[in-house]
């Protein structure tokens, strides 16, 4: 129903810069949350930033002043622009989907993931 492709992570150093995409296609109007979570080796996967239809946004306390969430609708791109990085930011990023079938009710898509790795 939804299909999502995640890009753009990769080795940068302490203090660097990236910026993920996650093209999002298939069944994606209504009422609906995206967002980016990550999840290291051994760790939880947790939510890192949250966009929602109404376009207001939310982030960990981790990543606030230096990660920003965006989206195109023209293009179905949700973007998550990553600067200042730390060696804790490493980890795989997941873009999120989350449709909701009912007031109650919903079901949750993610891409394949995208690692980002933070290393001198």
């Known amino acids: 129903q939804v299909q999502l492709v995640e890009s753009g992570g990769g080795l940068v150093q302490p203090g660097g810069s990236l910026r993920l995409s996650c093209v999002a296609s298939g069944s994606i109007a209504g009422i609906n949350y995206m967002g980016w979570h990550r999840q290291a080796p051994g760790k939880q996967r947790e939510l890192v930033a949250l966009y929602r239809s109404s376009g207001s946004t939310s982030y960990a306390d981790s990543v606030k002043g230096r990660f920003t969430i965006s989206r195109d609708n023209a293009k179905n791109t949700l973007y998550l622009q990553m600067n200042s990085l730390k060696p804790e930011d490493t980890a795989l990023y997941y873009c999120?989907?989350?449709?909701?079938?009912?007031?109650?009710?919903?079901?949750?898509?993610w891409g394949q993931g995208t690692q980002v790795t933070v290393s001198s």
């Open positions: 999120n989907y989350r449709r909701y079938t009912t007031l109650v009710a919903y079901t949750d898509y």
